[in-house]
Each structure stands twice: as structure tokens, then as C-alpha cells.
């Protein structure tokens, strides 16, 4: 669903959708949409003169990552209300130059308007946590024999030592 500009000029668009996993591509291959993702809400334009758009809703959707720990599926559910906000590209995008505090937390975008997928894409990414687990108690795996100390324990003992240092263990 596209949210041209010249729409919003004239009254707000609800949405309501329901997206099927692999609807929105994600751009990481260790996260995947796992159900379907339901959103709703509304985008409107806020500022006529500025053409800033704000998308308001609710999102749901179960994703899921490969844990970080032990590499098995681990499930990331959203369920969530959002508020972004977007502005057009001035002239001298990509250009280094001061910001105020208001834009940081702002989107930007190209051409007439603002696609919702891309809107739902930024929210989740947002959203998930920067350590995907599958449990708060993953064992991870084995630094040596790469075994999965979560579903079974190996003999290996603790990080080998480095024989760089073991002159050191001499002294007194």
C-alpha cells in the first residue's frame, strides 16, 4: 500500500492489512517473518508545507532469528504500537551537515509518497532485540568441539591456553 503525498493533502488513509512471510524482504538472512503480520492504523500528513508524513498504528507479527548462542530457531514476537515520522529529501541529501534533535528520530523518503512495507520493515527491525536468544538460559555452543551445550554437554574443558604467556607462570 502507497501513501501518495497528494492523498494525505486531502484526508488521512487507514489501513488495515494482513502480510504473508515474504511479503516484506527483511535483508537479513538470519531473520525471518514466521507468521503472518497484521498491522493497522493510519497515516496522515502533519505538516502541509514540509509534505512530513506520520504513520500511527499497531503491528503484530512472530519472527523469528537464528539465536546467537547455539544457532537454533529463536522466536521474536512484536506486538506493538508504532509512530514514525518521514519528510522528503531536501536538496543536499547526503550531504554532511548539523541536525537538530527532532530530525534524528525522523525518516526520510524519495518521490511521492511513502510505501507501508517499508514502513512495517523499519518498525520491526527497530523493534527486535540486538541479542536474539532462543531461551535466557542458552548454553550457547562449545568454543572447542562446536558441540550444542544445550542439548548436550561435551568433555572439552575451557578456552585453551595461550602458550604465548606460559614463560610468565615461572616467576615469582
Known sequence: MFFHI???????RTFDVTLEPGVIEFLDPKL????PMKASGVAELV???LGEIRVKGHVKVLMEADCDRCLEPAACPV????ELYYRPVAEGYGEEKAIDEGEAEMGFYEGDGVELNDVLREFVL??????????????GICPVCGQNRNQKECACHGASADDRWAALKHLN
Not at 497528494?6 to 488521512?12: D, G, K, Q, V
Not at 525471518?32 to 507468521?35: K, V
Not at 506486538?79 to 508504532?82: G, I, L, M, V
Request: charged fraction near 40%; charge should be negative.
Open 32 to 35: 525471518r517473518q514466521a507468521g
Open 6 to 12: 497528494r492523498e494525505l493533502e486531502l484526508r488521512a
Open 47 to 49: 505538516i502541509d508545507l
Open 79 to 82: 506486538d506493538a504500537d508504532f
Open 126 to 139: 527497530l523493534t527486535l532485540p540486538m541479542q536474539r536468544v532462543c531461551r535466557e538460559d542458552c548454553k
